[in-house]
């Protein structure tokens, strides 16, 4: 099968295989049934030799986390390197964010058909450091999907509250916000989408949301999945997440997996959390 019609598959089940037993403690056999994902995103870090280190343990430690899916997120120079380094291996690798337009005057832009040049599986979107820190609208972030699936490239798309959203005991509200135009793209697009609860005071701070508090919102958005018919469409977690908050996040029934940013960028963390 190529690439691309894999992609017209359902994101969740395609590729996948049995889970571990030991991962599947806590869950149910349907949860099982979504492969465990974690993917890395290395924001702007790196340089040719550091990524060319980097990919090499990541290879070579690959097979301990044999029961998981396992990506990177790389910044754009990067993709050819990335796509030479792990072309015959098990991990597969993205980009951090993709143009809405196909083409055109968009300087500094990316679209997604340059991203599937270069072979590549997964584009984040809706990163909240892009929210924030580019002004992408929940909108945009829809339309941003939109263009990678007519690629065939899976979009991971980001969501989560800011602390004071939280404190104002919102989070629902504006997750519910933020996936309104992407679940409005239909059961069949989000079906080959993967999510990603990313609660903002928790990324790159050292403070992982609790299990608890995680699943909370998961089963919320599984909700929302579920009632548009999309249910098995993979949550991953990301906020702080290490080998050592790993294994409690991943026990618990909706959470797929997890995209780790600082984590990621050092291969025996980032294996030690694929392997728990
Ligand atoms: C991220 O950037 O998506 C992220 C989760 O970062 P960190 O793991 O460093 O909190």
């Known amino acids: 099968m190529s690439h691309t019609m894999a992609q ?5 089940t395609e590729r996948s295989t049995a889970r571990e037993p030991a991962q599947a403690v806590g869950r149910t056999a349907l949860a099982a049934s979504r492969r465990r994902l974690v993917m890395g995103n290395w924001k702007m870090h790196g ?4 990524n060319a280190a980097l990919l090499r343990g990541l290879m070579a430690g690959a097979g301990g986390a044999a029961g998981c899916e396992l990506a990177v997120c790389v910044p754009f120079p990067y993709l050819a390197q990335a796509r030479e380094a792990l072309g015959n291996s098990s991990i597969s690798w993205g980009a951090q964010d ?19 040049d270069f072979a590549c599986r997964w584009t984040l979107v809706g990163h909240s450091e892009r929210r924030a820190m580019h002004g992408e609208t929940d909108q945009l972030v829809a339309a941003k999907a939109a ?9 991971v798309v980001c969501v989560g509250e800011s602390l004071a959203e939280r404190e104002a005991a919102c989070t629902n509200d504006v997750i519910s916000r933020q996936l309104a135009p992407v679940l409005a793209l239909g059961a069949a697009s989000v079906m080959r989408m993967v999510l990603a609860y990313e609660p903002v005071w928790a990324i790159g701070t050292g403070r992982s949301a609790s299990p608890e ?3 909370s919102v998961h089963a919320h958005i599984r909700q929302a999945l579920s009632a548009l018919g999309a249910g098995p469409v993979r949550i991953l977690y990301g906020g702080s997440v290490k080998a050592a908050n790993a294994a409690n996040l991943f026990v618990m029934p909706d959470i797929d997996g997890a995209l780790v940013g600082g984590a990621s960028l050092v291969a025996e963390e980032f294996l030690r959390i694929a392997a728990v």
């Open 8 to 12: 017209h598959k359902t994101e969740s």
């Open 47 to 50: 340089g040719r030799a550091a």
């Open 98 to 116: 993709v143009s809405a337009h196909d083409h055109g005057a968009y300087t500094g832009e990316v679209s997604a058909a340059m991203l599937a």
């Open 147 to 155: 263009a990678a699936l007519a690629a065939g490239i899976t979009p």
């Open 213 to 215: 508090q995680a699943q």
